[in-house]
């Protein structure tokens, strides 16, 4: 019953914006550490940005910097990701993650295997 259902993925043009969104059920969500991971084929999945429990400190990976921002809402039990100036190298399945239960964010941004929850992943293509 633990679960994480990504939206808000689609095709747009490079300089445009997306808002991606995460719901959770299952779980005691603002107890976890949550983040946003991407992936294109045959590439590793890799670390987009994370959150800490009530959202007091966010991270970003160095390539979304300044144009990517996470935020959560605890009452609602979302996380979202709100992209700008997007690149044709954005293009990727996003996925959202939730950490172990008490944990830091740091922990998965460190390291993937960390994460204790995976959504199914939601497509962003930018075409340039």
């Known amino acids: 019953q633990v679960q994480l259902v990504e939206s808000g993925g689609g095709l747009v043009q490079a300089g445009d914006s997306l808002r991606l969104s995460c719901a959770a059920s299952g779980l005691a969500f603002s107890a976890h550490a949550m983040g946003w991971f991407r992936q294109d084929p045959g590439k590793e999945r890799e670390f987009v940005a994370a959150i800490s429990w009530s959202g007091g400190t966010t991270h970003y990976a160095d390539s979304v910097e300044g144009r990517f921002t996470i935020t959560r809402d605890n009452a609602k039990n979302t996380v979202h990701l709100q992209m700008n100036s997007l690149k044709p190298e954005d293009t990727a399945v996003y996925y959202c993650?939730?950490?172990?239960?008490?944990?830091?964010?740091?922990?998965?941004?460190?390291?993937?295997?960390?994460?204790?929850?995976w959504g199914q992943g939601t497509l962003v293509t930018v075409s340039s």
């Open positions: 993650a939730a950490g172990p239960r008490d944990r830091p964010w740091y922990d998965i941004y460190a390291n993937s295997r960390a994460v204790e929850v």
